[in-house]
């Protein structure tokens, strides 16, 4: 047979009570002080492309685990037709799809600590269009900023995409980027060269100069092709805008993925309410109970009887 247990006195309730406490506290401060997992962001400087476009991938803005106090080594990119890339240290990836149709691109990051986190993105391979003219037409079809949302004062360069849309080779081309920022001040980044000749239908990726992401606001960012050989008839497709948010700059994060000062003050806060229930119960209910003092026994009531008559 099992001890029968009476009802609880109000003590043993209060260091039961504690105890729940103790447990409550003591998981917030383990929940606390584990790492979440990296947070995959994806990008695609052209959610569009048409068949053999040369589309660039970006994983950059992706954040470490605990909110970028980690490190992310490592990227591994699905394109969604089969092909991928194995992990690799860079955040970037191209690709050029082969055949039209609905793709769904994936990229999954790991950081030091073993963690993973993924996300994709849909991507719409069209057809290619036929020529605009005998002549090349070169078109600049996506652009992207790398790192995709700066910081005031990161370095920027940006990503264009450019498709000759004509019907001969372009042998040269230029590509100029201009700043207009937030300010009102407009910037001229600086002028690129094609890196070689693009035949019709073809695309190539082309970097611009590096340059400092100042203000913080809302960037429109200009692109235009110029000095085209040789020259092209149709002009009106040359120019491109997009609108790059520099965002304010913050405190870099611990050394070696350490956490910060709002996290350890919440993990201790979190263990010593847990440490101060768990001693309150204990003494509560491992104290043994104190004994009641012992009462002298009621008086008797007198006797008021009358004496017996003796002899009788």
């Known amino acids: 047979m099992g001890r ?9 309730r209060a260091g039961v009570a504690l105890a729940v406490w103790a447990i409550a ?13 990296p947070r995959a962001v994806l990008t695609v400087d052209d959610p569009s492309p048409v068949v053999d476009q040369v589309v660039r991938f970006d994983a950059s803005s992706s954040v470490a685990h605990d909110e970028g106090r980690g490190r992310i080594v490592a990227y591994r990119f699905a394109f969604g037709d089969g092909q991928g890339t194995p992990e690799q240290s860079s955040a970037m990836a191209t690709h050029a799809y082969v055949a039209e149709g609905e793709m769904r691109a994936t990229v999954t990051v790991r950081d030091a600590r073993g963690l993973e986190g993924t996300t994709s993105l849909a991507v719409h391979v069209q057809r290619a269009p036929g020529p605009t003219g005998p002549a090349p037409d070169l078109v600049p079809v996506a652009a992207v900023s790398i790192p995709l949302q700066p910081e005031e004062r990161d370095i920027v360069t940006v990503s264009v995409t450019i498709l000759n849309q004509g019907g001969s080779e372009a042998e040269e081309a230029t590509v100029d980027l201009f700043d207009d920022r937030p300010t009102g001040v407009t910037i001229h980044v600086g002028q690129v060269e ?15 100069e590096s340059f400092v992401a100042m203000a913080v606001g809302d960037h429109r960012i200009r692109i235009r092709i110029g000095n085209v050989t040789p020259e092209e008839t149709f002009t009106e497709d040359n120019d491109l805008t997009f609108t790059m948010t520099v965002t304010p700059a913050t405190s870099p994060p611990p050394p ?5 000062l709002a996290t350890a003050a919440l993990v201790t806060g979190f263990a ?41």
């Open 194 to 208: 094609l890196a070689g000749p693009l035949a019709p239908g073809d695309s190539a990726v082309v970097l611009s």
């Open 25 to 37: 506290f003591g998981l917030l401060a383990v929940a606390s002080a584990l790492p979440t997992g």
């Open 272 to 312: 010593a309410a847990a440490v101060a229930a768990l001693a309150g119960s204990a003494l509560l209910l491992l104290r043994p109970p104190q004994s009641r003092p012992l009462e002298p026994p009621p008086a008797e009531p007198p006797d008021r009887s009358p004496p017996p008559l003796w002899p009788p």
């Open 256 to 260: 070696n993925g350490g956490f910060d």
């Open 4 to 12: 029968a247990w009476g009802p609880l006195s109000l003590r043993q």
